[in-house]
């Protein structure tokens, strides 16, 4: 194990005990250097020690440490360890104002002696309580190391080091970043925890016949806790930071068998109280998990409402809302003692009968520490609440009175922190009325009713496995992170790198092989001057450096930077090379090869920076040759195009970008010609990315779209994306003075109908040939599949293409089109419950990529875009705000530990905080995630059988049934006549008085009647007598 001192955090322990000075705290002012120790650690060492969680702190440890001892005193600090097999400990980053030294304990004691003899001077000592945690630490280390401190205390203060319990919990109630990223990943394992094991356990024992003990059930519930593997975090490199929270004991109980107390001291009594079999209608659970020895809790009631006493809902309804009413509490600049005066007002206003069965306390801060007397929300607790800080927020009610006489507890705890001014509950699954209310239906013969997996759903349990769709989605993005996980560690922790992107650097090159700038023939030997230091090779973009008394050459490539420093009577030239950085992709490419950080030289004369010059001068060389390459990626496409004697065409096309002409398209034998009144464009079939296929389905264009790799000329402007289109559905259609019948609107219809499918199928016979001439598919649209949302101008309409790689819009310009394989997540921001829309947010594999985004996007589409993400193997997260993805992505690409499908540090931790209930609230009646082979066959079938039922509907639909009856309009007419004389008056009047009727005007002769049936006419403008000519080939 490696430990380095985080001298920052040093730093800021430093500052809240001078605070704590300042605010008079007697513990705070009363000692001048603050003594923590640990001995050797053993089985029988007690957790949740304020020693041992300050060095831990400092340390950054994962776990309990041994043998080491820390000083603290006004600007320095002394670590005196004692060096162990396997654990190195180095010294931290420097800070400015705070001296810290490293003695490592060896043989000789009196050295160790004089140095904190040395350190404490005149000081007087503080230490946690001498009575309880001094006597713990065992261990020669710590016998010698308490031999020396109890000597200096009795010189410096008559006694033993002052007791400074308190304030050194204390100093611990405010986290780092560091430190709220660990709890907040023992939190979200506090929640697998539950939605693995505890859920579907405990609904399935509590209904069944025979079920387990409590005893039996805690033993199985802590060896879930203590196997990470079990809860599929196996894979994950955080795994081993993991462990169950002993000073909580984990603890299962039922109606009538209970404990408040969090500290279980004598767990033989727990197993004999617990040692009856589990009773359905109230159970309660809770336990605790650590990360890096930071501890998250959660606590649970589950009800079933069958055998549940009468009023149980309404209780547990009383404790959820006290909850929320502590955690809206702990704002910025509240003491905690406040916070549970408060609460208690606001209870007896709620219902002072329950109110009276509240404990004394509503939680306590946690973390390193938990349980300490300053940071519980209760009527001792004296801390102010800040950004940083982390609680356990429990509600508990303990005996509270049925019907029969009998008594019922009742509990509800979470993990709860506070970052930027807000509380906010890290453990939020399994929480509401409806999440922890089920019930199940009696099936005679059947003893163990399999129950609903995803715990929290209102539906009765059959006999069945009831799994609910967005469960079935959470299942499936299991398995894609799974799946992204064992790609990422295959190549490396890297992902893939393009080789033409590699290409367009020197240093690219040089990592692919394709540069080798001393070619050395067998036998050679290097140029003289190499022999005599360090000499720049100004013809071959070289460097020669000594080591290990050899010349070994470097290219200028591989030097990121050079300094030169004048230090005393030397001169130092430190060459800094890319060495493990993100920006070398020589790592990328051969993630597995160990590469060479810095050089460092010194020399009584100023020979370095004639180096440095020259140097620079070939760096300069080397990044005019990178950018020139880059340039060429973007200019415009060249290539000849070979032209057909025969070219298949698709005649009066427009083009956008738009310009002021119809033309011509081209099919050639290896690209596309578009000839209109300008100078001809010509397209490269090695120049098209993406080839999209639009047909129309009620819009008024057909739509024939290219994406470029580089951008082409066309009418003198620089373009990469082209679309031609034919018009549908002309402009002036949609207004006209022209007063028409009815049968003249259907039958312009008719001709819209028919000019329509002629158009689509005129597009798509060109598309095939396009295909067979690119060999390659020309993407059409996947069928059943579109959502509208604004992503550039206005509202577009976006779909996907079959095989799912690609998602488009190209009806709107400018058009948009996504490369799926792309894409490493898929971010659903702003949603939440009652929302209208919701955002999309695309994240790139290539982090410098900036991120894609689509907005105001129909909520009732979400699921539909779940599931296609879910088919397009695209892993997502759920967010209620929308993320500052640049500083999100800035912070990852300088986090050289970031592994996207780590399982509780990457992307699905994002998920955990996902909106509260969205996951769970699926009605009976969702549709649930699965791959159905007749519903996959159909989503690949032809656009074809879209266009037909589009072009169908509307008023040919309802005419069916009119026009099989046989009868014309004269028949119908009497037949509605002789109905209204039938009834005495008018359908369309109402229940008013009846007046005299005006006299009746003469209706056309092919007019129908008001009254009887009629043709309802479609919902569309009425179209003019102009209509766009035929497309022919």
């Known amino acids: 194990m490696s430990l380095t001192i985080v001298n920052s955090r040093i730093h800021d322990l430093l500052q809240t005990w001078s605070a704590s000075k300042a605010a008079g705290d007697a513990a705070a002012t009363g000692s001048d250097v603050l003594f923590l120790l640990c001995g050797t650690w053993t089985e029988e060492t007690m957790e949740n020690q304020r020693g041992q969680a300050v060095i831990q702190y400092v340390l950054d440890a994962t776990r309990y440490l041994s043998n080491v001892a820390l000083f603290l005193a006004e600007g320095k600090a002394l670590v005196v360890y004692k060096e162990e097999e396997g654990r190195t400990v180095a010294e931290g980053t420097p800070v400015d104002g705070l001296q810290v030294t490293l003695l490592r304990a060896a043989d000789n004691a009196e050295e160790v002696a004089a140095a904190i003899t040395s350190f404490i001077g005149n000081g007087k000592l503080g230490s946690a309580s001498a009575t309880q945690e001094l006597p713990l630490q065992v261990g020669p280390f710590a016998e010698e190391v308490l031999t020396t401190v109890r000597r200096i205390a009795q010189t410096n203060s008559g006694g033993d080091p002052a007791n400074v319990s308190q304030l050194l919990g204390e100093l611990l109630f405010v986290k780092d970043a560091d430190g709220v990223r660990d709890l907040q990943r023992a939190a979200a394992v506090c929640g697998r925890v539950f939605k693995e094991w505890v859920s579907p356990t405990l609904t399935t024992e509590m209904i069944k016949t025979a079920p387990q003990t409590l005893a039996a059930l805690r033993e199985e519930l802590v060896a879930v806790m203590s196997d990470p593997a079990s809860i599929g975090l196996g894979e994950s490199p955080h795994a081993a930071g993991f462990a169950p929270s002993l000073a909580l004991t984990p603890c299962i109980f039922h109606q009538g068998v209970y404990l408040s107390d969090l500290q279980v001291q004598d767990l033989q009594q727990l197993n004999s109280l617990t040692s009856v079999p589990l009773q359905p209608g109230v159970v309660l659970v809770r336990y605790a998990m650590k990360n890096k020895c930071n501890t998250a809790f959660i606590s649970r009631t589950m009800l079933l409402e069958s055998k549940a006493p009468e009023g149980a809902k309404e209780t547990y309804e009383f404790v959820y809302a006290i909850s929320e009413f ?70 508990v009610l303990e005996k509270i009175p049925t019907a029969d006489g009998s008594t019922y507890d009742m509990e ?29 239906e009696e099936t005679k013969g059947v003893e163990d009713i399999i129950a609903n997996k995803q715990f929290g759903t209102r539906s009765k349990v059959s006999g069945t496995v009831i799994v609910s769709g967005e469960e079935q989605r959470e299942i499936r993005l299991r398995e894609i992170a799974a799946d992204n996980l064992k790609n990422y560690v295959k190549v490396g922790h890297v992902a893939a790198v393009e080789a033409d992107t590699v290409r367009l650097t020197e240093l690219g090159r040089l990592a692919l092989g394709e540069l080798t700038p001393y070619p050395l023939p067998q036998g050679s030997t290097p140029p003289e001057e190499a022999k005599r230091g ?32 004048h230090v005393g009577e030397e001169y130092v030239g430190l060459f800094e090379l890319f ?64 032209r057909s004697a025969q070219p298949v065409l698709l005649r009066n096309v427009k083009v956008r970008p738009p310009i002021k002409s119809v033309g011509s398209l ?13 100078a001809p464009a010509e397209i490269l079939f090695d120049n098209i990315e993406h080839a999209v296929f639009q047909p129309s389905f009620g819009q008024s264009m057909v739509i024939f779209h290219l994406t470029l790799k580089k951008p082409i000329v066309l009418n003198g402007k620089n373009t990469s994306m082209v679309q031609f289109y034919a018009d549908v559905l002309e402009t002036s259609e949609l207004a006209t003075t022209v007063k028409r019948g009815y049968e003249d609107e259907m039958r312009e219809e008719e001709r819209t109908s028919e000019l329509i499918r002629r158009t689509n199928n005129q ?25 509208d949302g604004v992503h550039a101008r206005g509202t577009a309409t976006f779909h996907s293409s079959i095989d799912r790689k690609l998602l488009y819009s190209v009806n709107e310009w400018p058009a948009f089109t996504l490369n799926v394989e792309d894409v490493e997540l898929v971010s659903f921001e702003r949603v939440f419950a009652l929302t209208k829309t919701v955002d999309i947010t695309f994240v790139f594999k290539n982090y410098h990529t900036p991120v894609v985004r689509i907005n105001s996007i129909p909520a009732d589409r979400l699921n539909d ?23 999100v992505l800035k912070e990852i690409l300088s986090d050289p530990e970031w592994n996207p499908w780590d399982a509780e540090g990457g992307w699905s931790i994002w998920n955990e905080d996902s909106v509260a209930g969205e996951e769970d609230e699926e009605e009976d009646s969702d549709s649930s995630y699965e791959e159905d082979e007749d519903e996959e066959e159909d989503s690949d079938s032809s656009w074809e059988e879209d266009e037909e039922s589009a072009s169908s509907s509307g008023s040919d639909d309802s005419d069916d049934s009119e026009e099989s009856s046989g009868e014309d309009w004269d028949e119908l007419e009497r037949k509605a006549e002789a109905q209204d004389r039938k009834r005495g008056r008018d359908e369309n009047e109402d229940d008013a008085p009846r007046r005299r009727a005006p006299p009746p005007q003469r209706r056309p002769d092919n007019a129908p009647s008001r009254s009887g049936p009629v043709k309802t006419p479609m919902k569309a403008p009425m179209f003019g007598k102009s209509v766009p000519p035929p497309r022919r080939f």
């Open 326 to 395: 502590v955690k809206d509490s702990l704002t910025v600049g509240t003491r905690l003692q406040d916070v549970y005066t408060k609460t208690m007002a606001h209870a007896q206003q709620v219902n002072p009968q329950l109110a009276a069965l509240l404990p004394k306390s509503f939680g306590f801060s946690t973390g390193l520490l938990i349980l300490q007397q300053r940071g519980m929300i209760g009527e001792k607790g004296t801390a102010v609440v800040a950004n940083g800080m982390s609680f356990v927020v429990r509600v």
């Open 412 to 440: 509800l705890g979470d993990t709860v922190l506070v970052e930027d001014g807000v509380a906010t509950v890290c453990t939020k699954k399994y929480r509401t009325i409806d999440e922890v209310v089920f019930d199940v």
């Open 534 to 565: 360090i000499y720049v090779d100004t013809q071959r973009f070289l460097v020669w450096f000594p080591l290990m008394g050899r010349p070994t050459p470097f290219h200028v490539a591989t030097i990121s930077k050079v300094e030169v420093q």
């Open 579 to 642: 060495g493990t950085t993100k920006s070398n992709v020589s790592f990328k490419v051969h993630p597995n090869c160990v590469f060479l950080r810095n050089l460092r030289y010194t020399d009584r004369t100023d020979s370095f920076s004639s180096i440095k010059a020259a140097i620079d001068d070939l760096v300069k060389a080397i990044r005019a040759k990178d950018a020139s390459r880059k340039k060429s990626t973007v200019a415009t496409a060249s290539g000849t195009l070979k």
């Open 666 to 678: 081209e099919l050639h034998e290896n690209g596309f010609r578009y000839a209109y009144s300008g």
């Open 763 to 787: 597009f798509l016979n060109f598309c095939r040939s396009a295909e067979a001439k690119m060999g390659r598919a020309v993407q059409m649209p996947l069928k059943g599949f579109s959502f």
């Open 865 to 887: 875009i779940k599931d296609w993400c879910l088919d397009a193997n695209l892993y997502y997260t759920l967010s209620s705000e929308n993320p500052r993805w640049t500083e």
